[in-house]
């Protein structure tokens, strides 16, 4: 079953509901920084990989540290952690199993460019417990993502910088290989997620998928179809026979004068990839992408599963930071594809979400970059807090009004004859348009996709809006009539 949402923006309030704590932390220094990783601790405190821009390679981390924020966006410690004092430490993800948390990712030679896998374990104080540097699994490579096997094992996808060919390897938890390839002549952005009804994982790429056997002996794969029109950036587990793919439905323009649009979707399939459920995101104005960074898709309960991605981003430009407005971008949703609510931060500067982590008080944080590109030359680490419904309460102030959660789009501001109202996913609404003065000028009943309200007769000036709905939902905001 395919299934249609267009998606929109709203400005709503920024109180957090329920019992989540919530934040926005912007960390803003004269040099690139980037970060894409966290882990929760058992304090309800976070850690966040803190890198620098690699030199060598890119839009990649070089020489990472270690963020340990407060449940309330408080930075309460910066952790150097050094493996080789000679070669600069990359940080790609954490583990937590059972309170104990783990890194891994590599070290790298600033001369000849090789890197060496890394994994570590952390004490209480986050001093470094053991660590392991892997200098003969792989010629040149990194851990670039990784889970925990129903054995309580970590398996790792490791992947080579210069030709972004893949490996996998499984460790134990004292960091001991129990196995590894070679490069798997696997490339472009990977995924992977096991599979225990078929004794194994499957490993996709973009378009493709291999199947590898709890050995990591390669095993033929039949697919009913390959679906060249959807890339598939991220997998997570469900059931031992079911998982979740997300990514983006390529959509060609009908009219050649208007550019392909990326809508940000996913697909449930069952172990022999049939496809149970799946849903497509349409987005009429704008282009839209998932990082294939850490977790894009997160849940603790099923009957919230998180989607993030990066609104307006166009494809073409890659991921690197480009001088266009852009947008955190937010969906939640049940395990049968019933979506709970979506939400969008940002729109006054550049915005690229590279990771997701669901958080044990039903909410999550949202880890990405900004770059203020009319105003910054260098870009900024962009930490949101959210609660379970996708708001969060400013703490840092940035241009908080464009900041605050949106999902409706009121479009365009200013207006002169027509004034377009998107309400995406939701079946009614009730519009009441009101003068400066206050006076009701004119109301609508607004339906699912867009609606056109005309107001070449309104008056030059500020008017306010107010959207009402079921079980309490408004919006309020303002438009210029010119």
């Known amino acids: 079953m395919l299934r249609y949402l267009i998606l929109t923006l709203l400005v709503i309030t920024a109180e957090a509901k329920g019992f989540s704590q919530t934040f926005d932390l912007l960390i803003s220094n004269p040099i690139d920084e ?22 060598n390679f890119i839009g990649t981390p070089w020489d990472c540290k270690i963020l340990n924020i407060s449940n309330n966006g408080i930075v309460l410690k910066t952790i150097s952690i050094i493996i080789d004092p000679n070669r600069p430490l990359v940080i790609e993800g954490f583990f937590n199993r059972n309170n104990d948390i783990y890194i891994y990712g590599s070290v790298g030679d600033s001369v000849t460019k090789v890197h ?19 200098e003969h699994i792989i010629s040149d490579g990194y851990f670039e993502k990784g889970i925990v096997n129903k054995q309580g094992n970590f398996v790792l996808l490791g992947r080579n910088y210069g030709a972004w060919d893949s490996f996998l390897c499984e460790l134990n938890l004292e960091g001991d290989v129990i196995r590894s390839t070679g490069y798997l002549n696997h490339v472009f952005e990977l995924t992977l997620v096991e599979v225990p009804d078929e004794n194994g994982y499957f490993l996709y790429n973009q378009y493709s998928v291999r199947k590898y056997d709890y050995t990591f002996q390669e095993e033929p794969v039949t697919l009913p179809y390959k679906d060249y029109d959807f890339r598939i950036f991220s997998t997570k587990s469900l059931t031992d026979s079911t998982h979740i793919q997300s990514g983006v439905f390529l959509r060609k323009a009908v009219n050649p004068f208007t550019e392909n649009r990326n809508n940000i979707g996913y697909k449930i399939v069952n172990s022999q990839f049939q496809v149970l459920d799946s849903l497509e995101f ?18 603790v309960s099923k009957e919230s599963i998180y989607l993030s991605f990066s609104k307006n981003i166009n494809p073409q430009f890659g991921w690197g930071m480009v001088d266009m407005d852009t947008w955190y971008g937010l ?45 910054n030359p260098v870009r900024d680490i962009l930490i949101i807090k959210v609660d379970n419904e996708g708001n969060y309460v400013s703490t840092v102030g940035v241009k908080e009004n464009n900041l605050q959660a949106k999902s409706i789009l009121i479009y365009p501001n200013p207006a002169q004859n027509k004034l377009n109202i998107n309400i995406g996913m939701y079946k009614s609404l009730h519009l009441k348009i009101f003068s400066i003065q206050g006076s009701l000028v004119a109301e609508q009943t607004l339906q699912s996709g867009i609606n056109s309200i005309d107001v070449s007769g309104f008056s030059k000036g500020i008017y306010t809006y107010l959207i009402e709905g079921e079980k309490g939902f408004f919006e309020k905001g303002k438009f210029v009539k010119e």
């Open 34 to 55: 980037f970060a894409h990783a966290s882990v929760e601790l058992a304090d309800g405190s976070f850690l966040v990989n803190y890198c620098r821009i690699n030199p």
């Open 282 to 299: 349409l987005s009429p104005d704008y282009n839209n992408e998932i990082t294939y960074y850490q977790n894009p898709i997160d849940f």
């Open 116 to 134: 060496k896998p890394i994994f570590a374990k952390l004490k209480t104080d986050f001093t470094i417990d053991y660590s392991e540097i892997y």
């Open 331 to 375: 969906i939640n949703m049940k395990e049968d594809g019933t979506i709970n609510w979506q939400k969008f931060y940002g729109g006054d500067a550049f915005y690229i979400n590279y990771a997701f982590l669901a958080t044990n008080d039903g909410g999550g944080l949202m880890i990405g970059g900004r770059w203020d590109w009319r105003n």
